[in-house]
């Protein structure tokens, strides 16, 4: 079994919780014919035993009962997984992120509910799937906000036609899915769009003159300016000269302490200089303070 988002773990094992239950080796991601096959011949449980396993699992913790619920309901997943095949990701993918979903609605099932397993794990199952499909449909997101995800599973569905969509047409949609027309108009852009690697594509043969149109080709390289790196230069040495003339302006003490602790490759604490001159580390930190402002001051009249 393939390791999806780092929560469900190796070959064969399905884990839920802390706990963990084995699967006989059942894969999607291996043989997606014989994993069909395996979980259709899986039996149906009856309303009296899947009522029967939930109680199990749900006030006694019972492993085995969830791993039965499980296994009993993965052909399902692969029903609902089928119905995302268009968007050009692998079926095994989409349907072992179903199988996760399948798995915390089994771990949240209250068989108080009075509903069927089945009926209660679908928003479970399609909301994992949702979530790998906008996650690796595109390099850059398409759907980002509530109304942009609601469009992006229900916009092919609507359009009648390959074209685009009418001004009629555009509102109609925004109004059945509750959305504003605009947005409706930026996610079929979108979805018509399709991704483009920064640099370009190298074909074949190795021809790049296809890349032109690449967006790095775009892009003005600001940082090389030769006024803005003449300009740059300039500021540094002035500043550096104002720096050294400021700090002529001190006494030898405050000019040591400054060099000491700021401008040393290695420097010196405020213990170590007061050790030196013979006064307490609050006085050094006085004149240091005293030091930065006389310092910031030449500077600033400079």
């Known amino acids: 079994m393939r390791v999806l988002k780092c929560r469900f773990v190796v070959v064969g094992v399905i884990q839920l919780s802390t706990d963990v239950l084995l699967l006989e080796n059942v894969s999607p ?9 395996t979980i259709n011949s899986l039996p149906i449980l009856t309303p009296e035993r899947e009522r029967e396993l939930a109680e199990r699992l749900f006030n006694d913790d019972d492993l085995e009962a969830a791993r039965e619920l499980v296994l009993c309901h993965l052909r399902f997943v692969v029903h609902l997984a089928k119905g995302y095949r268009g968007y050009g990701l692998p079926i095994g993918d989409l349907i072992q992120e179903g199988n996760v979903g399948l798995m915390k609605a089994v ?21 994992e799937i949702h979530e790998f ?3 690796n449909w595109r390099v850059v997101k398409v759907a980002t906000t509530k109304g942009q995800r609601k ?5 092919r569905n609507r359009k ?4 685009w969509l009418t001004a009629e047409e555009t509102q109609a949609i925004a109004e059945d899915l509750g959305v504003e027309a605009k947005v409706v ?8 769009s399709r991704d483009v690697g920064f640099d370009g594509d190298d074909a074949d043969d190795g021809d790049r003159s296809n890349n032109l149109g690449a967006p790095a080709h775009f892009l003005s390289d600001e940082g090389q300016d030769p006024a803005d790196i003449v300009a740059e230069e300039d500021w540094a040495q ?3 000269a104002k720096l050294r003339d400021a700090l002529n302006q001190l006494d030898e003490r405050s000019r040591n302490i400054l060099s000491s602790r700021w401008l040393a490759e290695d420097k010196i604490t405020l213990q170590e200089l007061a050790k030196h001159y013979g006064v307490s580390a ?21």
Do not use: C
């Not at 609050?282 to 009249?301: D, F, P, Y």
């Open 238 to 240: 002035q500043s550096e």
């Open 107 to 127: 771990k949240r099932f209250d068989p108080s509910f009075g509903v069927r397993l089945v009926s209660f794990a679908v928003h479970w199952i399609k909301a």
């Open 185 to 192: 108009t930026q996610m079929e852009g979108r979805l018509a």
């Open 151 to 155: 469009l992006f599973f229900n916009l």
């Open 133 to 135: 499909v906008l996650r």
């Open 160 to 163: 009648k036609s390959l074209g």
């Open 29 to 37: 991601g291996r043989d997606l014919d014989a994993y069909i096959q």
């Open 282 to 302: 609050e006085r050094i930190r006085q004149l240091e303070q005293n030091a930065m402002k006389k310092l910031r001051t030449h500077m600033e009249a400079a």
